[in-house]
């Protein structure tokens, strides 16, 4: 079964510098998709940046980015100039040929003044 | 685009009543949705996968009789909580895949419906 972990529980950053959260995962697939999504207080979900595993390049949706070490079975994400907005907890999910979605224990960020 | 409902948003029972959640894809057909619980502090953790026209597959260790699923059409599926306790408490979170677009590996998900029970 596939396992993703986050190893950092809480984050902090302040505003307009940033912050880089972690995320490892366990797989024997070759093929297989990586999100990160945000849930604010709102609890509602959403997509901050989608990656696919056979393409080499990181993918970027403004200022969020990932790092992705297929090898290395490592997929972080980093903001860049943070925003107050951007607090919430984040979550590394990965998605298989099952199709279903894995997620890791979440990281709570925080965006200070 | 890609709007996923759910309804209601909360609800409170007592202890030994059923209590039905709806999730409805508002702007496209999803074949697939998914059924999600959500702890206090801590991450989804998938119930059941929803499959239009067929029985949801349930994850190791959820009870299928507790936890009915239907998805009786290709834009809404419920979710019935039967004789609910206190231990049911929870957010449940819904998600639908759009499989017939670009975007048919993402899952987009409900506002979720927090469930007490009394």
């Known amino acids: 079964a596939q396992t993703v972990t986050q190893s950092q529980p809480e984050m902090s950053v302040q505003e307009a510098e940033t912050v880089t959260l972690s995320c490892t995962y366990d797989?024997?697939?070759?093929?297989?998709?990586l999100f990160w999504y945000k849930q604010p207080p709102s609890r509602q979900m959403i997509l901050v940046i989608r990656?696919?595993?056979?393409?080499?390049q990181n993918a970027t949706e403004n200022r969020f980015s990932v790092n992705f070490q297929k090898a290395a079975k490592s997929f972080s994400l980093k903001i860049s100039d943070s925003q107050l907005g951007d607090a919430a907890m984040y979550f590394c999910?990965?998605?298989?040929?099952?199709?279903?979605?894995?997620f890791g224990t979440g990281t709570r960020l925080q965006v200070t003044l | 685009g890609a709007v996923v409902s759910q309804h209601p948003s909360w609800v409170i029972c007592k202890s030994g009543t059923s209590v039905k959640i709806e999730c409805r894809s508002l702007?496209?057909?999803?074949?697939?949705m998914f059924w999600y619980r959500q702890f206090p502090k801590q991450s989804l953790m998938l119930m059941a996968t929803?499959?239009?026209?067929?029985?949801?597959?349930?994850e190791q260790g959820v009870e299928k009789d507790k936890f009915l699923i239907n998805h009786a059409s290709l834009t809404l599926s419920t979710l019935t909580v039967t004789s609910a306790h206190p231990e049911d408490s929870s957010f449940y979170i819904c998600?639908?895949?759009?499989?017939?677009?670009?975007?048919?590996?993402?899952?987009?998900f409900g506002p979720g419906t927090r469930l007490t029970v009394l």
């Open positions: 998600s639908a895949r759009d499989n017939w677009s670009d975007s048919y590996n993402e899952q987009f």
């Open positions: 797989t024997s697939e070759s093929d297989y998709y």
């Open positions: 990656q696919e595993a056979y393409k080499q």
């Open positions: 999910a990965y998605r298989g040929t099952a199709s279903k979605l894995t």
């Open positions: 702007d496209f057909q999803a074949t697939t």
């Open positions: 929803s499959n239009e026209g067929s029985k949801a597959t349930y």
